[in-house]
């Protein structure tokens, strides 16, 4: 059997969420940098994900998964950790995958405009108006989610789960790229500093700004992107 291998994307990728699930996961896994673009568009990468794009998942028998959404439900479904763990059908699944899906949808798209305006070179004029129209769909979102919020402490209720992992992972995005202040959203802004004291989210910032991390998970180390291919 393979070492469960994620291939993570720095600086500031949405796989953010992937490694904080997997630390709560309770399974043993690996992790390989992935430096955007300078190596997610290489042929070596295109190799195991053809889009370029991370997160991906090498799972245990070798198996290559792709997109956040089939990533955080393969790691709940192994999870050896029950409290993580929906069983397919039930009530609490269907509200997983609800919940995930608008984070992977409406809040991850909305911020498509900015990072298209960040990443491509293009006229100031056409800078601005695409920061402005993802500045707008930014706030439609945390608009939405906050409604989501009300009365309940964490996206799924009363019991931390991996959407709050993935949500952790997006929501730094507002400073990323200076947008609305998550402040006039006060349940979203709740919500990110209740993940930002979880030992799994100070794990994962420390492996992305490669500082000293202390894993309360599983986490056996790093695998370079050259050792696998």
């Known amino acids: 059997m393979s070492t469960l291998t994620l291939f993570y994307g720095v600086p500031s990728g949405c796989s953010f969420g992937s490694i904080v699930a997997l630390e709560w996961s309770g399974q043993p896994y690996q992790l ?6 300078a190596q997610s568009d290489t042929e070596a990468y295109h190799r195991i994900n053809p889009l370029g794009e991370t997160p991906t998942l ?7 998964i792709t997109e956040s959404m089939a990533i955080l439900n393969h790691i709940m479904a192994t999870s050896s950790n029950s409290a993580f763990h929906y069983q397919q059908g039930a009530t609490q699944f269907n509200q997983f995958n609800q919940k995930l899906a608008f984070l992977n949808t409406t809040l991850f798209n909305a911020f498509s405009p900015l990072w298209y305006s960040l990443e491509h070179a293009s ?25 989501m ?8 209720g009363t019991q931390i789960s991996f959407v709050d992992a993935y949500y952790a992972g997006i929501a730094r995005w507002l400073k ?8 006039q959203f006060p349940n979203c802004q709740r919500l990110d500093q209740q993940l930002q004291e979880q030992a799994a989210v100070k794990f994962a910032h420390a492996i992305e700004q490669q500082q000293p991390a ?16």
């Open 214 to 229: 202390q894993s309360s998970g599983h986490f056996l180390g790093h695998i370079s992107l050259e050792q696998i291919t």
């Open 32 to 37: 390989c940098r992935i430096e955007m673009p």
């Open 123 to 147: 006229s100031s004029d056409a800078t601005q108006t695409l920061h402005d129209y993802g500045t707008a769909q930014v706030e439609k979102a945390f608009t939405a989610l906050e409604r």
């Open 176 to 183: 990323y790229h200076n947008v609305i202040d998550i402040n």
């Open 58 to 64: 090498l799972d245990s028998n070798g198996q290559v």
């Open 149 to 156: 919020l009300t009365d309940k402490i964490w996206l799924m």
